[in-house]
């Protein structure tokens, strides 16, 4: 009995729990320094289920369960949840067979180009198992995104990046109720007048014993390990509180757009959680703006639609923000209701914009079918006075970026001598 539930019931693998027990053996064999542990990572696998239907997708686990079983065999393997797979095998040939495996999948299903990733990790002598797993997914995570590699061993790199994940989730709720993360404001200035028309809100997380943690790090952590929503609703909540304050001294106060994440949806039911800190403040929907990142994909598009129609239906506009920076910017005009789209300008970098016609081109083509769309265009991450006055010249509406001013208190934003419009 025991035997048979360490078997995985859809391909007749090990589970996890029965690779974790055989491992524990296999370290004690003479064989513990030639081995590694390769975790493999099916791409796209919620996209192949709703394109082709669960059977498929369950045909396809049943299929690549057979390769690792032919091409490591007598290896143990296991599948560990979904599209998750992990061999305990010799060093010598595992790059080879990874090889094999992914030039099979290509050939076998060209129409779909199914990806196997795979993360490899040596384990040490002493090594908790559980360890050695989340090294080798670690590494196998690296290259999500580097489509020229199909393969990553471990490094002490992702050591101290995976140190930083762990200290970030195990610190978040403190991190908040401690107010180590705060709220910041970054102006948003009309070109037309050179006056600060709008502003962003922007959680900054300064730890104790780590320091300031980037943006990037803590974001990016908590969309991967589905936390994200708690992050934002502190963040809208602030927005909230920060606002009421100046409501009740008689203070002016400027439109400010909130970011979410598309998880958010899917998550919580943010569109309750902001309008009840709405009501609770006492804060009028239409000075908070909406806004959300251009990495949605079809799976997010009907909760996705309704949650931004809910918001524009309350007063909220709602923004589409970083356009530009992934690779379906046109699908998501098309499926999508978006008031104002933010056009990243990291792409950039790097360009002298007076002298790039390649640069130039791309900006004002998109700034037109923006336009033809009935949306407003912000120019975001603007640095220079020569980018101010290229966007200027070809008709952007709004621009935000260090050239105008860093994020900042609220109060700050208010004795600038830009001025506000």
């Known amino acids: 009995m025991q035997k048979f539930s360490f078997r995985d019931k859809l391909t007749g693998l090990l589970t996890r729990e029965g690779f974790q027990s055989h491992l524990m053996a296999a370290q004690d064999s003479s064989r513990q320094g030639s081995l590694v542990v390769v975790w493999f990572n099916l791409d796209n696998f919620k996209m192949f289920n709703k394109r082709f239907g669960f059977e498929q997708g369950d045909n396809i686990l049943r299929e690549i369960a057979g390769l690792l079983a032919k091409i490591f065999r007598g290896e143990l393997i296991a599948r560990f949840s979904d599209d998750n797979f992990v061999v305990l095998t010799e060093w010598t040939s595992v790059e080879m067979n990874i090889e094999n495996l992914q030039e099979y999948l290509y050939s076998a299903h060209e129409n779909i180009a199914l990806r196997l990733r795979a993360g490899i990790y040596f384990p040490s002598e002493g090594d908790d198992i559980r360890v050695s797993c989340d090294r080798a997914k670690l590494a196998c995570d690296s290259i999500r995104k580097n489509h020229s590699l199909n393969s990553c061993m471990f490094h002490e790199g992702m050591s101290r990046e995976l140190a930083l994940q762990q200290h970030i989730l195990d610190n978040l709720e403190s991190a908040i109720n401690r107010k180590h993360i705060r709220v910041f404001y970054q102006p948003i200035v009309r070109i037309s007048s050179g006056k600060i028309c709008e502003i962003e809100a922007l959680a900054r997380w300064f730890d104790p014993e780590l ?42 106060l400027i439109p400010v757009s909130i970011n979410l994440s598309r998880l958010d949806f899917e998550l919580c039911d943010i569109y309750s959680e902001l309008e009840d800190a709405l009501e609770l403040c006492r804060v009028p929907p239409e000075l908070i703006r909406i806004e959300i990142t251009e990495s949605i994909n079809d799976e997010d598009m009907t909760l996705l639609n309704l949650g931004i129609e809910k918001f524009r239906a309350r007063g909220h506009e709602v923004w589409m923000d970083d356009f530009g920076s992934g690779y379906s910017s046109l699908n998501v005009l098309k499926d999508y209701n978006f008031d104002t789209i933010k056009f990243d300008m990291k792409f950039l970098h790097g360009f002298d914009i007076n002298k790039s016609e390649k640069a130039k081109y791309i900006i004002s083509s998109n700034l037109q079918m923006a336009r033809l769309m009935g949306m407003q265009a912000l120019a975001e991450g603007v640095e220079t006075i020569e980018q101010l006055e290229y966007l200027r010249s070809i008709g952007f509406d709004k621009a935000q970026g260090y050239y105008f001013g860093k994020p900042m208190g609220l109060d700050e934003i208010f004795s600038l001598e830009r001025g506000i419009e």
Do not use: W
């Open 211 to 252: 320091g300031f943690i980037s943006p990037n790090e803590f974001i990016n952590t908590l969309e991967h390990y589905m936390e994200i929503h708690k992050l934002d609703i502190h963040a809208l909540k602030q927005v909230c509180s920060d606002y009421a304050s100046r409501i009740k001294k008689g203070l002016p």
